[in-house]
């Protein structure tokens, strides 16, 4: 069971919207900023969204992430296949002094 | 470029001992943390421990505390993860992964990874 808590599965049409929430408590993204992963099949992680909404340099503004409170959301606009991957939230976690992540969500583009 | 290249990983038996290499370059490795991430075959990814820049703060999970030891070397450019007490449930590929930001000891997100290094563990 994994402390920050992902719907297991998303899916969408090419050139839609998708979501993907990301929930934890106040110990960990209540009062820690939220990273987000992408990982291609068969490849290492890449990170996605830093300090909640920040995109790294190369990340394509399709790409964004919001935070309020104590929950989190990816968002990814005109959806492409090449978006089809599994995604995982992050947060380090005062009371449990670790890194969290969520069990990730497989996104599938239709 | 920034390149993590992991090593080390095998075949062990439940009990045994592995020690786990991390070859940084294109980057200056003394000035980040790193860390080290597992994932399970078919299951999602695990955080194992982080290490700040000049080893002052060192943390790990809950699951490897007291058998697993992260070190670095800056004048190797080498960070490393000694397993010890293997466990079954320690099987997965181990990605060594550098912190995003020099001032912050973990949680800014961590922007290179390695490819990865698999362990078994299995009698």
């Known amino acids: 069971q994994s402390v920050l808590s992902q719907p297991p599965s998303a899916s969408g049409t090419p050139g839609q919207r998708v979501t993907i929430s990301c929930s934890g408590s106040?110990?960990?993204?209540?009062?820690?900023?939220v990273n987000w992963y992408q990982q291609l099949p068969g490849t290492a992680p890449k990170l996605l969204i830093y300090s909640n909404n920040q995109r790294p340099s190369g990340v394509p503004a399709r790409f964004s992430g919001s935070k309020s409170g104590t929950s989190a959301s990816l968002a990814i606009s005109g959806l492409q296949s090449e978006d089809e991957a599994d995604y995982y939230c992050?947060?380090?976690?005062?009371?449990?002094?670790?890194?969290?992540f969520g069990g990730g969500t497989k996104l599938t583009v239709l | 470029e920034v390149q993590l290249v992991e090593s080390g990983g095998g075949l062990v038996k439940p009990g045994g001992s592995l020690r786990l290499s991390c070859a940084a370059s294109?980057?200056?490795?003394?000035?980040?943390?790193m860390n080290w991430v597992r994932q399970a075959p078919g299951k999602g990814l695990e955080w194992v421990s982080s290490?700040?820049?000049?080893?002052?703060?060192?943390y790990y999970a809950d699951s490897v505390k007291g058998r697993f030891t992260i070190s670095r070397d800056n004048a190797k450019n080498s960070l490393y993860l000694q397993m010890n007490s293997l466990r079954a449930e320690d099987t997965a590929v181990y990605y060594c992964?550098?912190?995003?930001?020099?001032?912050?000891?973990?949680?800014?997100?961590?922007?290179?990874w390695g490819q990865g290094t698999l362990v078994t563990v299995s009698s």
């Open positions: 992964a550098r912190e995003g930001d020099i001032v912050v000891v973990v949680g800014a997100g961590w922007d290179y």
């Open positions: 290490i700040s820049s000049s080893s002052s703060y060192i």
């Open positions: 106040s110990s960990n993204i209540g009062s820690n900023t």
């Open positions: 992050a947060a380090w976690d005062d009371s449990l002094n670790a890194v969290v």
């Open positions: 294109g980057f200056t490795f003394s000035s980040y943390s």
